[in-house]
């Protein structure tokens, strides 16, 4: 077994881990990434790369009303129970960090217009999230680059990525960019199973990992300390039904060859707490030919209905809010999008990837009839034509007497309809399509429960020296709630700065 010596290992590659990476080498700590797969980034090179930081100066550029007060009120309006102080703590870090970031001419941030999650005191209209500016593929180092995972709609067919890099892209870009440009190691093909620790009971110490490769073990040493920032367990379908995650790891939105829980169990095993173990992001997923799930939002038309032929929610509720709604039921998954032929036979939303029409048509992921009688008769959706009936009523009225689909500015942000309620589209136009949609989610938020420094706490609420986590390894600190887009990275960076300044004021 070899042996390699850092100051700090950071466990991943998403937003949340290269920020620690980043900012522990800038205050001149030896830094190592270890990713276990070939490509860095996880799921935050998929996601749009919206960052969740509320009362920075990118959103005082911009000119909008948000503020640190703001959100403060919007998280104490919507949040149940939370531990105060570590909301205070990312409140009081995301504008600092942002500023750290933007003083690096490695970061561009702008604001992006994209509402908040919930109605109540703090929101701010069209949103407060910010995100990275596109990177031209010929601006970074050519290794650099080749480490960047590609978007999801070419990752999956396992092609490379695109010249421009966007959203979540540009983000992993970036940051990786500014990390080895001041030092920093990235090895890739490193897989963290074991903490390494030294002492016992309350002088128990994490000092290192341990990674199998391709070439047998190795152990890497974090004289400083050790950062997991690897992910959640959303691709391991043991974990998902043993604390109860709803949906199918197949249907998730991380990478194939990810997160299936080895560092979070790594910590349980030298006694590290756990929490939220049931909880994740989630959001209506269109199933795929191969199984696969695409996250998906901006439903412009149609309707969303069980395996009656029944709505049971607003479509255009928030991506999470929705999922949540799917998985109150066993009839709802998996549920079908119905919508008719306005838009030529696409499908009338925002899928990440969607697929070709003519591939689901020909596995019986999307079915096509001409009339909605067929298509009811065809699929068993014994109300469905009541159920139109009743929706195309709504949209002739502009009221959604049964789900208030249209009234809340994020229902209508993607919508274009001409009617009096623009959320609200008629179904009328033949042929007519119903697509399969199951409960996919963005990854896990359960896990390793820190403090609101990043530190991994024990059952007994002590600290357990040496070990940091964030990302979806640690347990969210919005709980059950997912208040904005941007705050699975928001959180993650964070309170991998957190921890980063923790490990550096130790000495």
């Known amino acids: 077994m070899s042996e390699t010596s850092f100051d700090v290992v950071v466990v991943g590659s998403g937003g949340g881990a290269l920020t620690a990476a980043y900012l522990a080498q800038k205050r001149g700590l030896r830094t190592v990434v270890v990713e276990k797969t070939a490509y860095c980034g996880g799921t935050s090179a998929y996601s749009g790369g919206a960052c969740w930081l509320p009362g920075s100066q ?43 970031l933007e003083e690096d001419d490695a970061f561009d941030f702008e604001w992006l217009p994209f509402p908040e999650y919930y109605d109540g005191p703090g929101r701010v ?55 080895t440009r001041d030092g920093g190691t990235v090895l890739t093909g490193h897989s963290v199973e074991t903490l390494v620790t030294e002492g016992d009971g309350a002088d128990l110490r994490v000092t290192g990992v341990v990674a199998r490769t391709a070439a047998g073990e190795t152990t890497i040493t974090g004289t400083r300390g050790v950062i997991v920032a690897s992910g959640g367990f959303e691709h391991n379908p043991a974990w998902r039904s043993r604390y109860g995650v709803p949906g199918d790891s197949t249907w998730s939105m991380a990478p194939d060859d990810t997160n299936v829980g080895e560092p ?8 590290a707490a756990t929490d939220l173990l049931d909880q994740g992001w989630f959001c209506p997923g269109l199933e795929h030919p191969d199984g696969h799930g695409s996250f998906t939002l901006g439903f412009r038309s149609g309707v969303i209905v069980d395996a009656d032929g029944d709505r049971y929610a607003n479509e255009s509720l928030p991506y999470d809010r929705f999922g949540k709604e799917m998985a109150k039921a066993e009839n709802r998954i998996p549920s079908w999008f119905v919508f008719d032929n306005a ?67 994020y229902d209508t942000f993607f919508t274009g309809g001409t009617g009096p309620n623009k959320a609200l589209v008629g179904v009328h136009q033949g042929p007519f399509t119903a697509a399969r949609f199951v409960l996919s989610d963005l990854g896990t938020k359960g896990g390793i429960v820190t403090d609101s420094s990043g530190r991994a706490l024990k059952e007994d609420g002590s600290v357990l020296s040496g070990l940091y986590a964030t990302s979806n390894s640690a347990a969210n600190a919005f709980g059950a709630f997912y208040p904005g887009p941007g705050a699975p990275l928001g959180t993650a960076m964070v309170f991998g700065s957190l921890a980063v300044q923790d490990i550096a004021a130790a000495g």
Not at 72 to 77: E, T, V
Not at 264 to 271: D, V
């Open 125 to 179: 209209p069209f949103g407060r999230s910010i995100q990275p500016k596109n990177v031209k593929r010929a601006e970074l180092p050519e290794d650099v680059a080749a480490l960047v995972r590609p978007p999801v709609e070419l990752d999956r067919q396992g092609l490379p990525g695109k010249n421009t890099l966007s959203g979540g892209q540009s983000l992993i870009a970036r940051l990786l960019w500014a990390f």
């Open 264 to 271: 979070i169990a790594a910590a349980q095993s030298i006694g």
């Open 343 to 409: 838009e030529g036979g696409g499908l009338p939303a925002i899928a990440m990837p969607e697929g070709d029409p003519a591939d689901h048509l020909a596995a019986g992921t999307w079915v096509r009839a001409e009339t909605l009688q067929e298509l009811a008769e065809t699929l068993g959706l014994t109300n469905l034509l009541a159920t139109v009936e009743r929706f195309n009523g709504f949209c002739e009225s502009g009221v959604d007497e049964d789900f208030g689909r249209g009234a809340d500015e």
């Open 58 to 100: 990118v959103q005082q550029r911009a000119g909008i009303s948000d503020s640190t007060d703001g959100a403060r009120d919007y998280l104490g309006a919507l949040l149940v129970d939370p531990d105060q102080v570590k909301v205070e703590a990312f409140l009081a870090e995301a504008p600092r960090l942002v500023a750290e």
